[in-house]
């Protein structure tokens, strides 16, 4: 009785194969960009015109750090500053130096930020620019290092400071000493508020983990670029240990604004305007400055 019920036919395998349904992806030119909002394809000539912002729905696109600061800067006339410092691997991790060559093969980039002074609306000005395009802005100790200099170069010459993030967080390769330019930066920053220098925070999209939790969210006034993911960890990894569902729009820079961890958001192009008000109102004596 038993070998019979092992017998029993109890299902039946198909002898095709299964096809999986592949989503049938859509052919862009070269030429074109497609916006990530509402799928408005463009040329790449007229978006990178628009500062990378879509002219139907208003979506901010990640721009480069070169054109971020030739915008910016007066007659886009900058130097770069701290250019020189190189990514090591302090913890032997495989394959890092040949991530980090590759990234630097691929976006022209020597590392995740820029810093740069010059001119901006007549203030000297030391700007910095995170660019996710290398390693996802990931902060690692030359993102560290160079942003604890711009602090430095600011204090030294009194001048104020405005810092552009985009980062998914701490560079996983480099471990705690990653985790340890939370606290550099952060001590870094926290002498130009004793010696009453500006320092501005422009949150861009996305601006997540390490970054949030240190100097991001250390400026005297703190803006935010349209629809910007801004948070500690992300939506998916909350849902999945609290179990629920997160209402819509969380971490947008719109909720931080209504929360109040964002002091405005700012069109892109409307942000040199808004960052020479800025520094008008603030500028104590970086006004000696004024060209």
């Excluded at 997540?208 to 629809?227: H, Q, Y």
């Excluded at 240990?241 to 192009?269: C, H, M, W, Y």
């Amino acid at each position: 009785m038993l070998r019979k019920s092992f017998q029993k036919q109890y299902f039946l395998v198909d002898g095709n194969k299964v096809q999986p349904k592949q989503k049938k992806m859509e052919e862009i030119p070269d030429c074109c960009i497609k916006c990530t909002g509402c799928g408005e394809i463009f040329l790449e000539e007229e978006i990178k015109k628009n500062l990378m912002v879509c002219k139907k729905c208003n979506t901010h696109m990640p721009i480069a750090s070169d054109q971020r600061l030739e915008n910016l800067f007066d007659d886009g006339q900058y130097q770069e500053m701290f250019a020189d410092i190189r990514t090591k691997n302090p913890l032997d991790f495989p394959e890092y130096e040949e991530k980090i060559a590759a990234y630097q093969d691929k976006s022209g980039l020597r590392e995740a930020v820029i810093i740069a002074k010059g001119k901006m609306d007549g203030f000297q000005t030391v700007l910095g620019v995170m660019d996710s395009r290398f390693m996802m802005g990931s902060m690692g100790s030359v993102v560290g290092e160079k942003i604890t200099r711009a602090a430095e170069l600011a204090l030294s010459e009194r001048l104020p400071l405005i810092l552009f993030t985009a980062s998914g967080g701490a560079r996983m390769q480099e471990g705690i000493i990653s985790l340890m330019q939370m606290a550099k930066t952060s001590a870094a920053l926290g002498r130009l508020e004793t010696e009453k220098i500006p320092f501005f925070v422009v949150l861009t999209h996305p601006t997540t983990g390490g970054v949030t939790a240190s100097f991001a969210m250390l400026g005297d006034v703190i803006l935010a670029e349209p629809n910007a993911l801004i948070g500690f960890a992300g939506p998916r990894v909350i849902e999945q240990t609290i179990k629920q569902k997160l209402p819509e729009g969380f971490q947008s820079a719109e909720f931080q604004l209504e929360k109040g961890f964002v002091d405005a958001i700012v069109n892109r192009s409307d942000m040199k305007k808004t960052l020479g008000t800025l520094l008008r109102m603030h500028g104590g004596e970086a006004n000696e400055h004024i060209g």
